[in-house]
């Protein structure tokens, strides 16, 4: 079976003032299955968001060659680009970024514009993370817990291959750590795929897989 992500000898290097030279990614190979929940730790600064957003299709790498459930994503135009992303991949990030002007039914709609079935998706989703009772709420009247729970439905409701997550829990008590942990993994046991990245050490014990980051070079903890 074709793994969902494939990264192949992938590095991203930024050119400063002064004509130092960073590296985002130092010749990063990795491969992710369907139904796999891979958690990357590293420290700020480490490459883990510039490994998220090339996985993504909004960073294109210096070098290498990065495939996403089975397209090489730097071969695509910009449109199709957005298209793809639209189609297979949902983000989660630990600032929410929920439109404050929309309620949270309709801003987990926004993952998936145009989709016959959206509404009964959403609502499933509402269900399911405990945000029936919230759905007319606009998020200036959520907790944290809420919000991360209503962005993380809204990364699943257009059912993705992939998910990325960019310290998702980072804002979280451990009740609401514990839910969106579980939601992801579910996710996986349902046969989507999540990259995770973090500081911390939260995803561990959900994650099928650890990896470690740090200048940009990534490496396998080990295999639970």
């Known amino acids: 079976m074709e793994p969902t992500i494939s990264l192949t000898q992938v590095s991203k290097h930024y050119s400063m003032p002064?004509?130092?030279?960073?590296?985002?990614?130092?010749?990063?190979?990795l491969s992710v299955d369907r139904g796999q929940f891979v958690s990357v730790q590293g420290p700020s600064g480490s490459g883990k968001t510039t490994l998220l957003l090339t996985i993504g299709g909004m960073q294109r790498p210096t070098s290498g060659q990065v495939t996403v459930a089975g397209r090489d994503l730097y071969a695509l135009s910009h449109a199709e680009q957005t298209k793809f992303r639209a189609d297979h991949l949902g983000f989660v990030f630990q600032m929410f970024h929920l439109v404050p002007y929309l309620n949270v039914i309709e801003n987990i709609c926004l993952g998936a514009i145009g989709q016959a079935d959206v509404q009964e998706q959403a609502e499933g989703?509402?269900?399911r993370l405990g945000l029936t009772d919230r759905w007319q709420h606009k998020p200036s009247h959520l907790s944290v817990g809420e919000c991360q729970r209503t962005a993380l439905a809204r990364a699943l409701v257009a059912r993705p291959d992939l998910i990325l997550a960019d310290e998702p829990t980072g804002n979280l008590d451990p009740e609401n750590t514990a839910v969106v942990l579980k939601v992801l993994a579910d996710f996986c046991q349902e046969g989507g795929s999540v990259l995770l990245v973090t500081h911390g050490q939260e995803a561990h014990g959900l994650a099928d897989r650890r990896l470690q980051i740090e200048k940009g070079r990534l490496e396998e903890l080990n295999v639970l």
Do not use: K
């Open 18 to 29: 002064g004509g130092r030279n960073v590296v985002g990614l130092d010749e990063v190979s």
């Open 125 to 127: 989703l509402l269900d």
